[in-house]
């Protein structure tokens, strides 16, 4: 239940007419279709449309204007719920619901406050969302941002529609990159002690090197240069391995994430975890040996081809840890598996779920959320950057820059799958244009609205206070309607694991109350702020010209009640995507 009052009204008055038709006889409908309600196309068309006269269509082998006009007949207390219901060739209902009923939606907001578009969906099902999991080889880079925010989002709405959420960090610490990054540190290390000696051609080549060899040279003094090469660069990898690992975790909390569990990829070599899933599988007839090399059967799971889990020299694959790491998801009892990955890991996803489908689940147990490329703009212009060079723009810059929200709100504008442009200076701009600025001023200046009321002594009434009854204008109404839609697209979001619907909705809910709040005055004319102040939000600046209307106490009672609702609601989608409502701005 999506907790939109006016919806599952609307939905159950429409499913209690098939019901009532099916009784009389004047419908078959097998099965009660599940009920999805939208908004017409043109508002005089009505508040809601619903188009199950003509999914019925086929099957009752009638025509769907006919279906829709028996549905019509059916609905009991019609004229209680609906001002009008119309049929739209070629089978459209679309309906005007009572004013009373939309006001429904105010009060239900004040008596959920923080609750409301929360929801038991879930029922508790456990979910382990698995994001970031960045070699601790270097700094996070732009693109684990965006993958944080992208995790913390999905993991935040899962939890809002009443799941149970883990969120992990896989710790990819054993292998050839944490070799490299020994060698390449001992390298540097020796370079600062004056040694001669010829770089890794594949080490770490960042500035952060450097530093992690001055912090080596801290801490050991000359003492690794009696120890042999291969003890040197051990002592070099143990130590910048525990230095950049906190980097990341000091990033991510400054990024406002707190992961609840780290696996060590390392361990599971440790405790002869791969040995064991490499055994079992073998044990089951899904690893054979060819050509030196051990061989995951994933092709009899619906993977392209088998895998390689072991190869000639003997060392495992990434595909082999990642076997144990999943069986060891499975065992602890999940029951959904989230792995957020970049886009360039989609040839991995078949050879995953084929993992899956090997321990006896279904390959829906495993969901992949795939977060692509992002490219940093500067005024409009791409800056520039290279990874094999070790110059790359990190995290920790972004965000130094433009600030942890801006950040946040710009890696989630858009699907995840999609490349994204972040510019830096438009992220940092007080303006309209700049789409999270837009929606947090939305609800400071709600909370402006209220500290003028205060100091001229008027009062903020809650819905339950103010007579609602004075809303008439079809402004108020929008952004009634908007707000009603608030639980549906949080359970959208949460169900397909796209944040960006979130933030389209908070723009246009910030749109709205823009729109309205130069449209329309909420308080007698020496309350409200400089209309000057309008044309950085309002386009149309003839618009202004209706900041004269007259409003009566109760009618300004009535607009800071529909205010109080509006800010209650973008502070909980706000925080939903771990971003702060400030009062002030």
């Known amino acids: 239940m999506s907790h939109d009052i006016v919806q599952e009204k609307v939905i159950d008055a429409l499913q209690d007419a098939l019901q009532e038709a099916k009784r009389k006889g004047q419908l078959k409908v097998e099965s009660i279709p599940t009920l999805t309600l939208d908004l017409p196309k043109r508002p005089e068309w009505g ?55 939309w006001l429904q939606v105010l009060a239900e907001i004040e008596s959920r406050g923080q609750a409301y578009g929360r929801m038991a969906l879930g029922q508790g099902r456990r979910v382990l969302v698995e994001y970031v999991s960045a070699n601790p080889t270097g700094p996070l880079h732009v693109g684990h941002g965006r993958g944080a925010a992208v995790g913390q989002a999905i993991a935040k709405l899962l939890q809002a529609t009443g799941y149970e959420v883990v969120q992990e960090y896989y710790i990819n610490d054993a292998g050839r990159q944490m070799k490299l990054l020994g060698a390449s540190v001992y390298a540097k290390y020796q370079e600062l002690l004056g040694r001669p000696v010829s770089f890794p051609a594949e080490g770490y080549r960042g500035a952060y090197i450097e530093t992690v060899a001055a912090h080596v040279r801290e801490q050991a003094g000359e003492s690794v240069l009696n120890l042999s090469a291969e003890q040197a660069e051990q002592r070099c990898r143990e130590l910048a391995y525990r230095e950049l690992l906190e980097n990341i975790r000091q990033d991510l909390r400054a990024f406002g994430i707190e992961f609840d569990a780290w696996f060590s990829e390392a361990s599971l070599l440790a405790s002869g975890g791969v040995e064991q899933v490499l055994s079992d599988l073998r044990a089951r007839d899904l690893l054979f040996d060819q050509d030196g090399a051990w061989w995951f059967r994933s092709s009899s799971f619906g993977d392209e081809k088998d895998r390689v889990v072991r190869k000639q020299e003997g060392d495992y694959t990434y595909l082999a840890s990642d076997i144990a790491y999943h069986r060891d998801k499975l065992q602890r009892g999940y029951d959904l598996l989230i792995d957020v990955w970049g886009a360039d890991h989609h040839g991995y996803i078949p050879r995953m779920e084929a993992v899956v489908q090997a321990y006896g689940y279904p390959k829906e147990r495993l969901r992949v959320v795939l977060v692509q490329m992002v490219n940093l703009l500067r005024g409009g212009r791409k800056v520039e950057m290279s990874k094999r060079a070790g110059e790359f723009i990190t995290m920790r810059e972004v965000m130094d820059e433009v600030g942890a929200d801006a950040a946040k709100f710009f890696f989630l504008m858009r699907r995840s799958d ?57 402004d108020e109404f929008g952004l009634i309607r908007k707000l009603s839609a608030y639980p549906s697209v949080v359970q959208g979001s949460a169900a397909a694991l796209e944040p960006h619907r979130l933030t389209f909705y908070l723009q246009e809910l910030a749109g ?50 529909l205010m109080y609702a509006v800010q209650q609601v973008l502070r909980n989608g706000l925080g939903l995507l771990g971003i702060s409502a400030p009062e002030r701005m």
């Open 512 to 561: 709205l109350l823009h729109t309205f709040y130069f449209k329309h005055r909420i308080m007698p004319v020496a309350a409200d702020q400089d209309v000057a102040e309008a044309a950085a939000f309002v386009k149309d600046a003839s618009e202004m010209g209706k900041q004269r209307e007259q409003v009566s106490p109760d009618l300004t009672g009535a607009r800071l009640a």
């Open 418 to 474: 999609t490349h994204l442009d972040f510019d830096l200076e438009l992220a940092k701009q007080q303006s309209a244009e700049n789409p999270v600025y837009y929606v947090q001023y939305a609800h400071a200046r709600i909370a402006s609205l209220f500290r003028v009321a205060e100091e001229r002594g008027l009062p903020v009434p809650k819905p339950s206070a103010a007579d609602l009854s004075l809303l008439r204008d079809p």
């Open 47 to 101: 508040d809601l449309a619903s188009t199950v006269a003509m999914s019925l269509a086929p099957s009752e082998r009638r025509a769907p204007y006919d279906v829709a006009q028996i549905i019509l007949d059916n609905i009991v207390r019609r004229e209680a719920l609906f001002d009008r219901v119309e049929i739209a060739r070629p089978g459209f209902l679309n309906m005007t619901v009572k004013r009373d009923l």
